[in-house]
Nanobody
Framework: QVQLVESGGGLVQAGGSLRLSCAAS????????MGWFRQAPGKEREFVGR????????RYGESVKGRFTISRDIAKNTVYLQMSSLKPEDTGVYYC????????????WGQGTQVTVSS
């Protein structure tokens, strides 16, 4: 059974930083492509970033490029989203997801963690 558990969300002032964690079980993060998404109230889910199996290549959504960084700790089987220079528009529920076949389709999702950026 695959389970993804996000943590690390909270309330932060604009310009601040947060690091989200996504602990995986049932799969090893080094063998899967993993993604981060977010959803603000009343808006569609938005792609934040992705790390592929090798861990060498990551890509990011335009709105977070240069401010957010995805990394992983294989020993902890955890993927991270380091968020810096946060803006109020970064507010939303952040989800991690697992792409089991590395084909761009995410089969498994976490429950989400709330990030609120105050101005």
């Amino acid at each position: 059974q695959v389970q993804l558990v996000e943590s690390g969300g909270g309330l932060v002032q604009a310009g601040g930083s947060l690091r989200l964690s996504c602990a995986a079980s049932g799969r090893t993060v080094s063998s899967q492509a993993m993604g981060w998404f977010r959803q603000a109230p009343g808006k569609e889910r938005e792609f934040v970033g992705r790390i592929i199996r090798s861990g060498i290549l990551t890509r990011y959504g335009e709105s977070v490029k240069g401010r957010f960084t995805i990394s992983r700790d294989i020993a902890k089987n955890t993927v991270y989203l380091q968020m810096s220079s946060l803006k109020p528009e970064d507010t939303g529920v952040y989800y991690c997801a697992l792409d089991d076949n590395s084909d761009g389709t995410y089969e498994y999702w976490g429950q989400g963690t709330q990030v609120t950026v105050s101005s």
